[in-house]
């Protein structure tokens, strides 16, 4: 199947569930479209898009506040797989969930993160099945994807991922360790466990 083809893009797409929609991920739906605007963030994520293809929007739109940059990095292949997984962080398309379970394998640390961070923002039941490797990036060499393993476990993760989580909580990272403990209350919440929440002394 070409998942370029407009009519496998052409679905409801459910809102942001991080609040609202960023403005520049407003004004690329306005200008795009939300079937294309998402086939262009997957194609970006999985490398099949450079900026500059021709018949893809230019890379500006979807940079938002990361304008600043020097313009030579949007030639960087991992800032374009960077650019493509956070815009689908705010623009969700469920036919986006097997390129971001490639992603959480990417070489790049920052695509890692972002992919991580799609998981914990949707809340999308496509992404279900990410459980397993967002607890492996527990262990994940950059601080920043463990982090955002754990928040994204927290929301994909079984009751079995309390165990995971708990073992953070005392990390010397209080960045991971209170991604744990925000984890561990999304656990709690989605499994009706109140037990699974750290304990007050932590």
């Known amino acids: ?71 030579e990095l949007a030639l960087d292949p991992h800032l374009s797989r960077w650019l ?5 962080r705010y623009h969700w398309h469920p036919r986006a969930a097997s390129a971001v379970l490639a992603g959480l394998s990417d070489e790049s640390p920052a695509v890692r993160q972002a992919c991580c961070r799609i998981i914990a923002a949707q809340r999308a039941p496509e992404l279900a099945g990410t459980a397993g490797t967002a607890e492996t990036l527990l262990g994940d060499p950059d601080p920043r994807v463990r982090s955002a393993a754990a928040l994204a476990l927290g929301e994909v993760g079984g009751e079995r991922a309390a165990s995971a989580l708990q073992g953070l909580l005392m990390d010397p990272d209080s960045v991971l360790a209170g991604a744990a403990e925000e984890a561990l209350e999304r656990l709690a919440e989605r499994h009706g466990r109140p037990d699974l929440r750290a304990e007050p002394e932590y």
């Not at 493509?84 to 689908?88: F, H, I, T, V, W």
């Open 1 to 71: 199947m070409d998942h370029g083809n407009r009519e496998y893009w052409d679905v409801s797409l459910p809102a942001a569930s991080e609040g609202e929609v960023p403005a520049w991920v407003a004004a690329a739906v306005g200008q795009v479209g939300g079937p294309q605007l998402a086939d262009w963030a997957v194609r970006l994520l999985t490398g099949r898009a450079r900026p500059g293809d021709p018949g893809d929007p230019d890379i500006t739109l979807i940079r938002g506040e990361a304008s600043h940059l020097d313009p």
């Open 84 to 88: 493509g997984a956070r815009l689908l």
